[in-house]
Each structure stands twice: as C-alpha cells, then as structure tokens.
C-alpha cells in the first residue's frame, strides 16, 4: 500500500504542488492529469525520493516511505521526462550495463519492449520514439520493483508502441505492482483512478 | 557493492567508445610538458631543476579536464536520476565515479608521466618515483574532484568553479607529491612524502564520496 496524505512539494523554492492524498493498492493504477506547471513532475520526483516534500507525509506499507531512502529507491522503478541514454552505447549495451547496476533481466526486457532488431543499433541513431521504447525497457529491467512511476510515457510513441506498454503496464499490475503516471494522452491503463492537479 | 562496479564498467565502457577525451587530457599534458622548455630555455639543468613540479601541476591540471563532464553529463541527460533510485548509496555512486575517473583519465596519465618527464631531463632513476606519487596524487584529485563535481551540478559556469574549488584543495598532494620526486632526484629518502601522500589518499577515500553523494542528493532536488 502506497499513501500520500496532504502532500506539499517545492521546487526552486516555491510550492508547486499542495494537499494531495492518494491511496494505493497493489494492482492499482493513478493517473496524474493538469495544465502544464501544475507538479505533476514534480510530484513524480517527490513519489521517487528526489524531489523535496514541503509538508504532508509518504507511507509504504504505513511506515514512513522516505526514512530509509536507499529502501524506497529499492521499490520503484521511474521513467521520466528525459530519456537517460548514452548515444554511443548500442541499445543491448544500454540494458545489459542497466541490468548489472539495478537487476532483471536484459533479454526479456529487448523483448517486451519489442526491440530486438534494434539491439546492436546504437542510441545515437535512434528515432526519439525509439528511444523512449529503451528507456521504458528499464521498467521491465525493474519488473520485481513494485512501484512505477512514469512521467509522460507515451510521448513520441507510435500506436503500436503505446499498446506494447499497455501490455507491459497490464502484466504488472497482474503481478500485484502499482503505477503512477501522468500524461496528457490517454493511456492505456484500464481502471486508473484519476488526480487532477489544479495550476 | 556488485552494483558499484558495475556503473564503473559502464563508465569505462563509454569512456572507451568516447576514446577523444582521455587521448585529450594526455594529449594537454604532454604538450603542456613540452611549452615548458620554451618558456623557460632549454638549459638541462634549470629544466631539470624544476621537472617534479611542471610534472605534477601539468598532470593535475589535464586530470582536471574531464571533471566538469563526469557528472555533468549524467546529471544533465537524467541518468543521474536513475541511478539515484538504483538503489545504491549515493556516496557509491560518487565512489564510483570518482575511480571510473581515475581509471579512464588518470591511469593514462600515468604512462604518459615517463615521456613528460624526459622531456623535461628529470634523471631515470626519478621516474618510478614520479608514477608512484602520481598515482596516490591523482587518486586524491579524482576523489576530491568528484566531490567538486558534485557540489557544482546545476551552477551555471559550474566547469569554471569547479578548478576553482579543488585546486586550492589538491595542494597538499602536490607539495608532498613534488617533494618526493625531488627526493628521489636527489637520493633522499622518499617515503616520507610518498606515506604523506598515502595519508591524503587514506583520508579523501572515504570523506569525499560521503561529501559527494550528499551533494548529489542535492542536486537532484
């Protein structure tokens, strides 16, 4: 279970995100939605350790999520807004060096993501859908973490693209895992609770 | 700990396939060798005279070159996000960092050192000196420089603060680092200054990756 009560963040700051609660079953799905500058970012970096937390409280099984943040880091898997590639590694080197350093298992996350006739391509040379397939190949990479978290995953994805990770978001919350994301497309999460963010 | 070296793997693996910028800091260094006979006339002797020191400020100073990218690039594509919710410790990614650093742009440093040297007439019978001080020296620079790479994420013009920050910091090593060599070409005893060295190392080792990942933490936020 995965709780936010009254959560305030701040960037540069400024609070850019105030008095959110959520509440997260396994299984389950939340979907972030509002205006730009509304923190949705921002409240994926607070859900993922990074960000600062102005107020409120982040509970894990209902224990303190961010006391132990090597444990909370441990739990999610992020994908976010950047891409986080190197352009002179190919895209197998990409997840084999990734799987070394966080787990999982390369092959399978090639193949989940439907990359395998690009695996000895390097990024550089990479469509930026493409290589949004590859960054998101990391939440397979991540598939024993229980918490995604994704920042606009569908940019620049074709509609195939988008219906691979529909399937890859769809096995894991069969698995009992949970997802936060926000977009301002439509996902494909089935049964998402929605948290619209005011400007 | 297994997932530590692995991101130094990774580190050395581009820093392999981005070969130019380790060819570039040896490159600076031996060329910044080199001037020094123009600058100051090629008598051997005042040449020699001041080898130990050329030497080590020329390595510092080319050891320096990569640092501004070493997390920069990480920090400015994401990956540094990534690896901050890896799961490893934050003072393990900087630990790791900081001998990704010395591995891929200090130890060439090293086998650069004798040609430098020669350059400049410092006696043969110097050099193994010169690597070993060298080593221990470029150890503590890639530590502390990690440390200033750190705390410089973010700050605009941060590639001209970062020197600015960890020079002051690298003269310990290299007063004690010159020292050795000039022991040695002048058939001192060397240890003294190379268990200095050793002694900065020892303490850089563990406080400047604990300084860097707090930074890191930081710079995320």
């Given amino acids: 279970m995965f709780e936010a009560r009254e ?4 960037r540069g700051g400024r609070i850019v995100f105030a008095a959110v609660s959520f509440a997260l079953a396994p299984g389950a799905a939340l979907l972030l939605t509002g205006p730009n500058g509304a923190g949705k970012t921002s409240l994926l970096r607070v859900l993922a350790g990074l960000g600062r937390i102005a107020d409120g409280m982040l509970l894990w099984d209902g224990q303190p999520a961010l006391e132990d943040r090597i444990a909370h880091a441990s739990r999610l898997a992020l994908v976010g807004h950047q891409d986080a590639l190197k352009p002179a590694l190919t895209v197998a080197e990409t997840l084999h060096h990734e799987a070394r350093i966080i787990g999982g298992d390369a092959v ?13 391509h390097p990024v550089r040379i990479l469509s930026a859908g493409q290589r ?9 990479l991540g598939a024993a973490r229980p918490l995604w978290l994704l920042d606009e995953p569908t940019v620049a994805l074709d509609v195939a693209g988008v219906a691979t990770l529909g399937r890859v978001l769809a096995a894991h919350r069969a698995r009992g895992g949970m997802v936060v994301a926000s977009s301002h497309l439509a996902l494909p999460l089935d049964g998402a609770t929605e948290l619209r963010l005011a400007a | 700990m297994s997932a530590a070296f692995a991101l130094i793997r990774r580190d050395l693996a581009l ?10 800091a040896v490159a600076f ?5 080199g001037l020094f006979p123009f600058g100051v006339g090629p008598d051997p002797n005042v040449l020699a005279r001041i080898a130990p020191g050329v030497v080590w400020v020329a390595a510092l100073l080319a050891a320096l070159l990569p640092l501004d990218r070493l997390l920069g690039a990480d920090h400015d594509d994401g990956t540094l996000d990534q690896l901050l919710v890896s799961g490893l410790h934050p003072a ?12 891929a742009t200090a130890l060439p440093l090293l086998f650069a050192a004798p040609a430098g040297a020669v350059m400049l007439n410092l006696p043969a ?3 193994p000196t010169l690597v070993a001080a060298l080593a221990m020296g470029t150890g503590v620079l890639s530590l502390l420089g990690t440390a200033g790479a750190a705390l410089t994420l973010g700050a605009r013009r941060g590639g001209v603060l970062l020197p600015l920050l960890v020079l002051p910091l690298a003269i310990p090593a290299l007063i004690f680092g010159a020292a050795a060599v000039e022991a040695a070409t002048l058939d001192l005893p060397v240890r003294p200054h190379l268990a200095m060295l050793a002694a900065l190392l020892a303490a850089a080792l563990p406080l400047a990756p604990l300084a860097a990942g707090a930074a890191l933490r930081g710079a995320a936020e």
């Fill in chain 1, 132 to 140: 949004r397939r590859v960054a998101l190949a990391r939440l397979v």
């Fill in chain 2, 15 to 24: 820093a392999r396939r981005n070969a130019g910028d380790t060819l570039a």
């Fill in chain 2, 125 to 127: 019978d110097a050099i």
């Fill in chain 2, 92 to 103: 393990a990614i900087a630990a790791a960092k900081a001998a990704a650093h010395w591995l």
């Fill in chain 2, 29 to 33: 260094f031996l060329l910044a060798c």
């Fill in chain 1, 108 to 120: 399978a996350a090639l193949a989940a993501l439907e990359l395998e006739g690009l695996a000895d």
């Fill in chain 1, 7 to 10: 959560l305030a963040g701040e």
